[in-house]
């Protein structure tokens, strides 16, 4: 439980998504996991700004948030049409 650290040193499970670019339900199951250490203040769920920052540079190599893609988006090439027969 937090104590005598000031609460600025801590974000929301919502606000720390934002910053990682990940969604809350992604947050929360990398907190279930074990892989992001979390608080529980107030009735609250909170995560040290530090360890946001420390999961930050060990899942995003660049630092930078993940980039949503537009729905149905993929990285596979097109398909080709049932029925052409390749030349």
Same mark, same amino acid.
């Given at each position: 439980?937090?104590?005598?650290?000031?609460?600025? $040193?801590?974000?929301?499970?919502?606000?720390?998504?934002?910053?990682?670019?990940?969604?809350?339900?992604?947050?929360?199951?990398?907190?279930?996991?074990? =892989?992001?250490?979390?608080?529980?203040?107030?009735?609250?769920?909170?995560?040290? =700004?530090?360890?946001?920052?420390?999961?930050?540079?060990?899942?995003?190599?660049?630092?930078?948030?993940?980039?949503? =893609?537009?729905?149905?988006?993929? $990285?596979?090439?097109? =398909?080709?049409?049932?029925?052409?027969?390749?030349?």
């Amino acid at each position: 439980m937090i104590s005598d650290v000031e609460t600025d $040193d801590y974000m929301s499970v919502k606000d720390a998504a934002l910053s990682l670019g990940v969604s809350p339900g992604a947050l929360r199951l990398a907190i279930h996991e074990g =892989r992001i250490p979390s608080e529980l203040a107030f009735g609250r769920r909170v995560i040290k =700004r530090s360890d946001v920052e420390e999961y930050r540079r060990r899942t995003q190599p660049d630092g930078q948030p993940v980039k949503h =893609r537009p729905k149905g988006a993929t $990285d596979r090439a097109p =398909r080709k049409p049932r029925g052409e027969q390749p030349e």
